[in-house]
């Protein structure tokens, strides 16, 4: 019951915000009583602690199972990119910025995870991309990673690219081209071009 709770919570937090969200809500949707809940978890902020934990961890899991298919440093790239965006295909509330504003310390835990793991993953890909030939051998790997990092963050920026104006899914889309091709060789720039090409006929 309590990875059913913590699955549903997941759905629920990431559509509608770890704020809008309330045990009444995640109680209806489950059709179970506030007291269920309660015998799993202490307070809401547990719960959203533990949701946020295994949401990290299962798309850490898809992150590790693609670095170990030995695809090329930019289908990699773009494959990750896919795989997190599905399984965040319903953030459309900013859960991050509700996080940050009304769990900061859940949120702040979070994002040192979040860029462990991403420094350990991504660097790997750069330098793999420069010993391969599909990214530029003068790029300074550090400071890329720190763009990369904090670009994606952007994206996310509802005061940036307001959810009303903007498709989450094409902000992704062209910023993560858009570093691309910043760093690319010009190997890398056909590969790229190859790999758009063939997911705008799929």
Excluded at 164 to 177: G, T
């Amino acid at each position: 019951m309590k990875m059913k709770i913590i699955k549903q919570a997941s759905d629920l937090f990431l559509e509608y915000g770890f704020k809008s969200v309330t045990m009444d809500d995640l109680c209806e949707r489950l059709g179970i009583s506030k007291k269920t809940i309660y015998d799993h978890f202490d307070t809401k902020t547990q719960l959203v602690k533990e949701t946020t934990d295994h949401i990290f961890q299962h798309i850490s899991c898809t992150i590790d199972d693609i670095c170990q298919q030995n695809l090329d440093p930019i289908a990699e790239t773009l494959a990750i990119k896919n795989q997190v965006m599905k399984h965040l295909k319903n953030e459309k509330s900013s859960p991050q910025f509700q996080l940050q504003k009304y769990y900061p310390n859940i949120s702040h835990s979070l994002k040192k995870k979040q860029w462990d793991k991403m420094y350990e993953c991504y660097r790997d890909n750069l330098k793999r991309g420069i010993e391969q030939g599909f990214y530029r051998k003068e790029i300074d790997i550090e400071c890329v990673f720190r763009f990369y990092y904090n670009g994606m963050n952007l994206v996310k920026d509802q005061k940036v690219f307001p959810h009303q104006a903007f498709s989450s899914a094409h902000v992704k889309d062209q910023y993560l081209e858009y570093h691309l091709r910043g760093i690319a060789t010009s190997k890398g720039l056909e590969r790229l071009e190859k790999l758009i090409s063939e997911s705008t006929k799929s």
